[in-house]
């Protein structure tokens, strides 16, 4: 803190540097008691070379700075040559330039404030008055007035060239001029002895600031500058802002096509080429392909009815073979029309139908190229092999659905809508999981090899028998098929006499037993013997009341099954029946089966 600075006696008073006054103001006035104390003290200095005061003395004036007084230097010479004790000198060289706050203060003295330069013309601080001007009397501190050479004290050195000599007057200012101080420059007006070097000065809006506040205007004779960098930043971010804008909405616009298009390329998926269409024949399009041309639609009306139904093509002469159900609502003089898988179509007539096998025969005439569908052999089919089911449920044609025989020689009966028995059908059938729908009916079920093993003809509904929309039900993969061999023979018949034989065995069953295997009953129907009189059962040795339980070594449970398997032969086939009679035991008897006409 003292490097460079001089110091003073403990004893001596620090001087305060008073702040300038605005220009064109009042000077600054000292504190009077600093004002009494200084001039006491410079009374004090002078001893015995001034001698006491008068009384009547001028009004005290602070002393002039150091920068107009002597060098401290010649005013410590001027007392020792008077005989007066010298005032105490810092022990270290003075500060030959004298610069405020380093020159006459002490290091104890304060920080002064910021110091401009004085304005000319303006009377200096401390009551200093500017100089040329004469003032009267002893000035303040006893320091003679300028000119007047004090006793003991060497004269102040020469004025540098182009000054006057210290004590020359001044010339006087002309009268009548408005007394408006000059404006200082506008580097002193802003200088901070305090600020760090190469700072700029706080401003706000062209104005100085003090302690963070906005200053007054400050008038250099230039017009403030504006906050060009306040601008620039407001113009950067309004950029920025645009182009967030911008970007935002043109990503936005990008997303919604890349959402909405799948990408901004057009998408082209892999795909096989085409092949040549050729399937192995036993796959079940190779099936398909083979089958359907040889499979129709039939629409039947008469007699206020209507119905649909498959068939297909048994022989080139136009027979075709469905179920008796599909053509009985014609009757005698109903209408038969077929529509073939080309899409070509043609009246068909009613060759001959038999409600026991529900089978019927059509024919269609004036349709050439017409493809028979081969026929299989039921009797070497297995439970397990593969089927495919064609036909038009609830019309449409040429569907085409897939399975396997899920069982054989699965007894049903169906029909029986008259009431009289006359319509009932009793059928050993084939049973398949290949879905079967009302339309089917007729269609071949045919094998690995596209030929026929079956007839479709009938399906075992959930609960009632009736759909949920009070319609006709559809599959649960129940259906079941008349074997073919039973279906050729009897088609066979039609197309040759127009009429079905039935094969029997002359007795009439207790169809009200409950018990295990089919019952002979008492009597007949219309009050006969229930044992045909000749007849292949009386010839064999069965009796009214013997209870048939196997038919070629197979259990009959009722008399339903046995008319099944009795029909699934032809009249003149020889058959092994199982029967027990009373309390003995089983016995076994030979039977020729006989014929009846439908």
Known sequence: MDDGKPTQPTGSKAR???RPGAAGGAPSQPEPGEAAKDAAAAAASAGDATGPEPSTAAPVTPPTPASEGPPAEAQAAAAASAGTPARPQPLHEPDEYRTPPYGEPGPWAP?????????PGATPPHGTPAHGTHTHGTPAHGTPAHGTPTPGVPAAAPAPPGMPPQGTPLPPEPQGAPQSPSQPSPQWLQYDPWRAPGQQPLTQNGQLTQNGQPGHLVHSGHPP?????GRRRGALALAALLIAVVAGGVGGGIGAYIERNGGLTRVELPQAGRDNGVRPPDSVAGIAASALPSVVTLHVSGGGEAGTGTGFVLDRKGHILTNNHVVDP??????ISVTFSSGDTARATLVGKDSGYDLAVVKVTGV????PLPLGNSDNVQVGDPVVAIGAPFDLQNTVTAGIISAKERPITAGGQKGDGSDISYVDALQTDAPINPGNSGGPLVDSKARVIGINSAIRAADDGVGSDGGQPGSIGLGFAIPINQGKRVAEELINTGRATHPVIGVSLDMKFTGDGARVGDEGRDGGPSVTPGGPAAKAGIRPGDVITKVDGQRVHSGE???VKIRAHRPGDELELT??????GARTLTLTLGSSGS
């Open 16 to 18: 305060w540097w008073s």
């Open 111 to 119: 920080a002064p404030p910021v110091q401009r330069p004085a304005v």
């Open 225 to 229: 500058q504006p906050a060009r960098k």
């Open 330 to 335: 014609a009757g005698e003089t109903g209408d």
């Open 368 to 371: 050439s190229n017409l493809t």
């Open 561 to 563: 099954e046995l008319i």
């Open 579 to 584: 029967l027990r009679r009373g309390g003995s």
